[in-house]
């Protein structure tokens, strides 16, 4: 398992992954354009060369937001997610970063665990925040 900045040439990949996952994916141009950012905190996690997990966020010192993370369906369950946004968190720290955001759906049950497990604190709701399928957002956040 490799884990390591995102380069431009993983985008196609990120966006096939998006496209299996997500219900609003988003495009290869989008992907990239935040990989190639100054202020994009892009890292995938690569097995056998391949991209099997990624984090898509950006920083303004010394805050930070993750937009997306996800792991390959065949490859959950082997700690991929833990191990690279520990990786992600670790990296953006040391540049800086003290506070970091996301929003996860009301309904994501082991997503929000997760989050908690790793240090994340419930901080706010956004109703009606996401659709396909509709749902609510739970904000969360972890000061490092």
Known sequence: MEIRRAIPGDAAEIARMEANIFGDPWS?????????????ACYTALEGGEVV??????????????????????KRRNHIGNLLLTYALD???EKGIYVVYLEVRSRNQ???????????NEVGYR????????????VMMIRQ
């Open 110 to 120: 082991a997503a929000r665990e997760f989050y908690r497990y790793l240090g994340f």
């Open 127 to 138: 109703d009606n925040y996401y659709s396909n399928p509709k749902d609510d957002a739970v």
């Open 91 to 93: 990296t953006e720290l």
């Open 28 to 40: 290869e141009k989008d992907i990239a354009s935040y990989i190639t950012s100054d202020f994009g």
């Open 53 to 74: 997990g990624y984090i898509i966020g950006q920083k303004i010192p010394p805050e930070a937001e993750i937009y997306r993370i996800a792991v390959r369906e065949d």
